[in-house]
């Protein structure tokens, strides 16, 4: 049972909490995780990012569907510093949506990787979508495929206006990791001066101060921040468009801490992130090996709709297809929580400026949309094989180069996260400009009309799976196999 906005509701949890436990873990060690299906639903436990053997991977390639009642032993090891996160792998639009995330801290075996900080604070990202009391998802079968689903109600580390305590002078490191279904999130802390120092895999090459760090679904982000004095700093959602606050650090004078402050000024080379790196330089500036691109097909009353789209039948055509009120007022002139109209054309191939669709910009077609009806696609560029159909095998050891496109005249052009099962991965180049300052990744945000590419690391043998992270787009088809032998 959890209180959202003083209503009460049934949701999901691991060990009886939104989020799961965090569990932190020694680099290098093993763990054993005793896994219980006590819900009513199928489910597996997909530990995200961790370069585990195969067999425990918790995904569709390496385990059938746990029924309820099942259990299951998970022995994961973990070779690798960083922030990971363990959520379901079936119907992760609905399970995940209803709180099945927690996150795997894995402690530096080097003393000196991090900085020296008074607290670290792990922060899921989140969003859910309530309407008229009730939490709007469906048991049944995925809906909201097209852009995916975005909520209308923020909630980090499971609550709505999360509020944390800390002390004048602190230095706090914040765990960050984007949980939700589909919206991308620029998390930021008001007021206060902010230091980037890693994401998914572990620590960047060099620290970097920011404003702001872009997330798409299931991006980590390591930040630290200096709380220099008393008072109250936001949280926040920092879109080009609008600035939501998520919530609240309070810093009081309490209690004196030892500060950091000095070492927080400094901005590190960290010599083991680029010692990581350095082995797989000579491959860089090859030509990719694979290239894949994202689209979207779709289908009956999908299409209908989209032909109607621009005419003056498009409110009446709305009625009847969705099966509920839709009047010119609500589809024909609706204004967007960024404050952009929404007009009778809804233009289905024109990218967003920055590719990234910080919003539900398309609200009467994503709420109609069911994994029936759109069908999105990865296509493999050189072959024309398409998600699941895609066969790709590659040699332990022999870095992958792959160029992902996302395509700017798919029916619906919208960023999307991409993630690699049981690899960690370089991010090379952004759409022509190479990145100067590396981190390992296990999933990349591609905006619509730009190309992202990666470099893999296939060290870790066994059957695995790529995808996009966003949930609806996962239900409608967004995946493939690949294997390391």
Not at 37 to 52: F, Q, W
Not at 151 to 170: D, H, K, M, P, S
Not at 188 to 207: N, P, Q, S
Request: net charge negative; proline share 6%.
């Amino acid at each position: 049972q959890k209180e959202i906005g003083g209503k009460t509701y049934r949701m999901l949890a691991y060990n009886g909490s939104i989020p799961g436990p965090p569990i932190k873990v020694p680099q290098g060690a093993e763990v054993t995780v005793n896994f219980t299906n006590a819900t009513n639903m199928k489910t597996l436990l997909h530990s995200h990012g961790v370069r585990m053997d195969n067999p425990f991977d918790g995904s569709q390639t390496t385990k059938k569907e746990m029924e309820p009642g099942e259990t299951f032993v998970y022995k994961l090891k973990f070779p690798d510093a960083g922030v990971y996160w363990y959520h379901p792998h079936v119907r992760e639009d609905y399970e995940q949506e209803l709180g099945l995330y927690g996150n795997f801290l894995v402690v530096p075996s080097d003393k000196t990787y991090w900085n020296p900080v008074n607290r670290e604070i792990p922060l899921f990202l989140d969003d859910i979508l309530i309407e008229e009391g009730q939490i709007r998802l469906d048991k049944d079968g995925a809906d909201r495929t097209l852009m995916g689903r975005y909520g209308n109600v923020f909630l980090v580390n499971g609550e709505e206006n999360y509020t944390l305590q800390a002390n004048r002078g602190e230095v706090v490191r914040f765990y960050v990791t984007n949980a939700a279904n589909a919206r991308p999130f620029r998390f930021a802390i008001g007021g206060a001066k902010t230091k980037l120092v890693g994401a998914d895999g572990g620590a960047y090459e060099r620290e970097t101060w920011t404003d702001g760090v872009t997330l798409g679904p299931s991006e980590r982000a390591v930040v630290e921040v200096l709380f220099p004095s008393a008072g109250s700093y936001a949280i926040q959602n920092k879109t080009p468009d609008r600035t939501y606050a998520l919530g609240t650090v309070i810093v009081s004078d309490d209690a004196p801490v030892a500060s950091y402050a000095k070492e927080f000024e400094t901005l590190r080379t960290n010599a083991a992130a680029v010692q990581s790196v350095d082995p797989y330089r000579k491959h860089f500036d090859r030509a990719p090996d694979k290239r894949l691109a994202f689209t979207v097909s779709m289908g009956g009353q999908m299409m209908q709709m989209q032909g109607m789209m621009g005419s003056a039948s498009a409110p009446a055509a709305a009625e009847a297809l969705v099966g509920k009120e839709a009047t010119a007022d609500r589809y024909g002139g609706h204004m967007m929580p960024n404050g952009q109209m929404m007009g009778n054309s809804m233009m289905m191939g024109t990218p967003s400026p920055d590719g990234i669709e910080w919003e539900d910009t398309n609200q009467m077609m994503n709420e109609m949309s069911d994994a029936d009806m759109v069908k999105w696609n990865i296509v493999d560029q050189d072959t024309g094989k398409m998600n699941m159909d895609i066969d790709w095998s590659f040699k332990r050891g022999e870095p992958v180069k792959i160029r992902l496109f996302n395509d700017p005249t798919s029916m619906h052009p919208m960023q999307h996260p991409i993630h690699f099962h049981g690899q960690r991965f370089l991010v090379l180049d952004r759409n022509g400009t190479k990145e100067t300052n590396l981190v390992w990744k296990d999933t990349v945000l591609v905006p619509a009309g730009e190309y992202v590419d990666i470099l893999l690391d296939v060290s870790n043998p066994g059957t695995w799976m790529a995808h996009c992270h966003i949930a609806e787009h996962l239900e409608a088809g967004m995946m493939f196999g690949f294997r390391v032998e």
